[in-house]
């Protein structure tokens, strides 16, 4: 798991495929198939997992953003269309 972004507003998170879920001394726990992000809106306490082909289109704005680095304000407007989406609530475990 890396952490790409951490604002106020947003916290995005790359989960790699083949990383253990939890707690790697604990085999049981199955590992990731495929990579993906989790954005996390802080202000409605909701998160998104994007994977498949929304992680390939999220990777792609990830590309974009190295090539010509944006401004917070145009990061956080892309994290907020995604965030639209966002439909579970933040659980603590």
């Known amino acids: 798991m890396q952490m790409l972004y951490d604002s106020e507003s947003f916290v995005v998170v790359h989960l790699q495929a083949g990383e253990p879920l939890a707690d790697p001394s604990r085999p049981d ?25 929304w992680a390939e289109l999220f990777q792609q704005q990830i590309a974009a953003w190295q090539l010509k680095t944006p401004t917070q304000e145009e990061v956080e407007d892309t994290l907020d269309g995604y965030a639209q989406m966002a439909q579970n609530p933040i659980l603590v475990h």
Do not use: Q, T
Not at 38 to 47: F, P, Q, T, W
């Open 29 to 53: 726990v199955p590992a990731l198939a495929r990579h993906g992000f989790e954005i996390v809106d802080k202000r409605s306490n909701k998160e998104v997992y994007l994977d498949g082909s």
